[in-house]
């Protein structure tokens, strides 16, 4: 989507409201739904990647040393990261108001 | 003189979807449609009708699969009847939102309880606000007609919207009459090949039936609104030239005797043929009284009808279906809205009749005539006509 949604005039949507760009949901951040993030402890992480595996947005990325983290911008909460995690080193912390 | 053969309407209406050369036809059975969609599974497994016949467990899955072919490119048929049309009702609204040009004969029956498998309007005025377009047929060469038209009509690109033909179930659908068939040459030149705007296709992805957030969602609305508005010179064109190619003239509200008329019925369906009955006795009686068939209920035809009525004293409405609790039939409470910012206009009365498969003589008719014209009685919204009461 060339630009936000509540800009766009009714005459402007396509017929049947299809989208016609394939990965436009990229640009729709969907983060704020999230009331607990994933915090990972390094020292416990493996780098076995089962949370980028499992996690179904998906928001897991790998980082440049190795690691995986949640981008917060997509990252939903739901915390099957943290339960898949095979070390445990995935907390769910509640998102400060 | 045009030929005309016998046949169940029914088949004839499964012969006219064999003429559109649809793709998929994916159907519950369900009585009163139940021979249709058992014709149309023998002209496929005969090979008469090179399409996908889908045999499916619901009518949510009919109109399911039907969403589905749709997207792919395909040209799809479906038909139902009341509580299969209730079934159907979450899909109805998607269908139409996503804009497939999906045809469906809704074969009229009404909606239990009690458990009842007879004609009235009550399936389709519970789905009336579902963005179809949506047709009233009369007898059995409308309801042939009127599905060749329907693909037409669905798949212009200024249209792109489901429509539903309805007919009355038993009373229509399981008539045989004599029919003027057409020829699959004429049909051809009439229903050029489905070239859908969007189709679900590897090599151009795209996203069908996304999600709107509340920022974005009325303004997919508006589009739908505008485009069901703007459907009906579409309509009126095709019927036109339906009429150029084999002389049957179809329009949104069609007059029967209204030269000079200060009576007007306005009806849709079968009831109409007894009607134009009712109209002739009147006429006997040196009343003058005239018949309007309503043909097109979505989009509603508010032009024709403030100009059709201009010139009456009195506007009797007949409804197969009943808003319980509420105004009356569906199509007097419409009737009467449009025409409420008329400086003059005429009396209109609404009278709901034929429901559950009742019979709706002449008489019901003339009867309601002489209601509506005579002494006010104590005024009711509408009333409820060949009613058994105590005393």
């Given at each position: 989507m060339a630009k936000p949604m509540e800009q766009y005039t009714w005459e402007e949507l396509t017929v049947g409201s299809v989208v016609t760009e394939p990965g436009n949901a990229r640009e729709y951040k969907t983060g704020d739904w999230r009331s607990q993030r994933p915090v990972v402890e390094k020292e416990q992480c493996i780098k076995c990647a089962v949370c980028w595996i499992f996690c179904p947005e998906p928001a897991v990325y790998e980082t440049e040393d190795g690691y995986y983290l949640a981008n917060l911008e997509y990252c939903k909460g739901c915390g099957i990261c943290a339960q898949e995690c095979l070390t445990g080193c995935i907390t769910m912390v509640e998102e400060e108001k | 003189m045009t030929k005309r053969i016998g046949m169940e309407v029914s088949l004839a209406l499964s012969e006219?979807?064999?003429?559109?050369?649809?793709?998929?036809?994916?159907?519950?059975?369900?009585?009163?449609?139940?021979?249709?969609?058992?014709?149309?599974?023998?002209?496929?497994?005969?090979?008469?009708?090179?399409?996908?016949?889908?045999?499916v467990e619901s009518e949510h899955s009919a109109m399911s699969v039907c969403i589905g072919a749709a997207a792919v490119g395909a040209r799809t048929f479906t038909s139902t009847a009341g509580p299969g049309l209730a079934l159907m009702h979450e899909l109805l609204f998607i269908a139409s939102a996503m804009r497939f040009p999906i045809v469906m004969a809704v074969v009229n029956r009404t909606l239990s309880a009690p458990l009842n498998i007879w004609n009235d309007h009550s399936d389709i005025m519970a789905s009336r606000d579902c963005g179809w377009i949506q047709v009233f047929v009369e007898n059995g060469q409308q309801a042939f007609d009127q599905t060749i038209c329907a693909y037409r009509i669905a798949e212009d690109r200024q249209v792109l919207l489901p429509v539903a033909v309805n007919l009355d179930g038993f009373s229509l659908s399981h008539m045989v009459e004599p029919l003027a068939f057409v020829s699959q040459e004429l049909v051809n030149r009439f229903l050029p090949a489905y070239q859908p705007l969007y189709t679900l296709h590897p090599d151009q992805p795209m996203t069908m039936g996304a999600f709107a957030m509340p920022e974005i969602f009325m303004e997919t609305k508006k589009v739908h609104e505008v485009a069901l508005r703007q459907a009906k010179p579409v309509i009126q064109k095709v019927w036109d030239e339906w009429a150029n190619l084999t002389g049957r003239q179809y329009q949104p509200i069609e007059g029967y005797r209204m030269e000079g008329a200060e009576i007007g019925i306005l009806a849709a369906g079968g009831v109409c043929e007894v009607a134009m009955g009712a109209v002739d006795r009147l006429r006997e009686q040196g009343k003058a009284a005239g018949l309007l068939k309503l043909r097109l209920w979505r989009p509603f035809p508010f032009e024709e009808l403030r100009q059709m009525v201009a010139k009456l004293k009195t506007l009797v409405v007949v409804d197969r279906a009943l808003s319980t609790g509420g105004p009356g039939g569906p199509i007097f409470s419409e009737v009467r809205s449009a025409l409420y910012d008329e400086q003059k206009h005429p009396q209109v009365s609404g009278f709901i009749a034929g429901l559950g498969g009742r019979d709706v003589p002449p008489e019901h008719i003339m009867e309601m005539v002489t209601r509506a014209t005579g002494a006010q009685e104590k005024k009711e919204e509408f009333t409820m006509i060949g009613i058994r009461e105590r005393g």
């Open positions: - | 006219a979807v064999k003429l559109a050369d649809v793709d998929c036809v994916a159907a519950y059975p369900i009585t009163p449609q139940t021979h249709t969609v058992e014709h149309l599974s023998e002209l496929v497994a005969d090979g008469h009708l090179d399409a996908e016949f889908i045999p």
